[in-house]
């Protein structure tokens, strides 16, 4: 069974940084997709980043690409989410997401539909 518990996560000012962690168990498959997804209050579940564990290809949205940095712990199973330069707009619960079954990821396909084990998330607040 696929459990993942994510930790980083906190309150910072506008300019701030974070390093997202999430702890993936029972998660064995060498090919699959991990991912850092966020959703703000009233708005939808929206893809930040991921990576295709099988050729280490990644993924950013547009609004986060070089600010965030998306890495993955191999021999620890667990991906993080670096975030620098964060802004106000940033502020949403973030969500570690796997998924092994479908593999879009391998082509840069980021939707929230194709993960099917979420971890509980971790909230991320940033001030003006």
């Known amino acids: 069974q696929v459990h993942l518990v994510e930790s980083g996560g906190g309150s910072v000012q506008a300019g701030g940084s974070l390093r997202l962690s999430c702890a993936a168990s029972g998660y064995t498959h060498s090919n699959g997709c991990m991912g850092w997804f966020r959703q703000a209050p009233g708005k939808e579940r929206e893809g930040v980043a991921q990576?295709?564990?099988?050729?280490?290809?990644?993924a950013y949205a547009d609004s986060i690409k070089g600010r965030f940095t998306i890495s993955r712990d191999g021999a620890k199973n667990t991906l993080f989410l670096q975030m620098n330069g964060l802004k106000p707009e940033d502020t949403a619960m973030y969500y570690c997401?796997?998924?092994?079954?479908?593999?879009?990821?391998?082509?840069?396909?980021?939707?929230?539909?194709?993960?099917?084990?979420w971890g509980q998330g971790t909230q991320v607040t940033v001030s003006s």
């Open positions: 990576i295709y564990t099988g050729t280490g290809k990644i």
């Open positions: 997401a796997a998924d092994w079954r479908r593999l879009r990821c391998a082509v840069a396909y980021m939707a929230a539909n194709e993960y099917g084990y």
